[in-house]
């Protein structure tokens, strides 16, 4: 059974940093993508990053580009992101999520097989 299971969520003030973990288990597959998401309330839920197992190839939306980076370390099996210069508009129950069969990146939510249970991010002003 895959189980994703994400940490490191809390409350941090505007222009602070937070390392959200994905920690993955039961993959039966070798290639997969593993994706961050994230939802506000009231909005849609939105992919903001993805990273490829087979050569780490990455995907950013522009919202977060050049302050939230992806990473991986395959001996934990476990994807982190690293969010900087976090803003009040980041607030929001960020998701990580596992596609597999493949290791092209994908940029909706539909592409997505496998989910988390979410953790909170609160940016205050």
């Known amino acids: 059974e895959v189980q994703l299971v994400e940490s490191g969520g809390g409350l941090v003030q505007a222009g602070g940093s937070l390392r959200l973990s994905c920690a993955a288990s039961?993959?039966?597959?070798?290639?997969?993508?593993i994706g961050w998401f994230r939802q506000a309330p009231g909005k849609e839920r939105e992919e903001i990053s993805c990273?490829?197992?087979?050569?780490?190839?990455?995907y950013y939306a522009d919202s977060v580009k050049g302050r939230f980076t992806i990473s991986s370390d395959n001996a934990k099996n476990t994807v982190y992101l690293r969010m900087n210069n976090l803003k009040p508009e980041d607030t929001a129950v960020y998701y990580c999520?596992?596609?597999?069969?493949?290791?092209?990146?994908?940029?909706?939510?539909?592409?997505?097989?496998?989910w988390g249970q979410g953790t909170q991010v609160t940016v205050s002003a």
């Open positions: 999520a596992a596609r597999g069969y493949t290791a092209v990146l994908a940029t909706t939510p539909e592409e997505f097989d496998y």
């Open positions: 039961g993959f039966t597959f070798d290639d997969y993508v």
């Open positions: 990273i490829s197992s087979s050569d780490g190839s990455t």
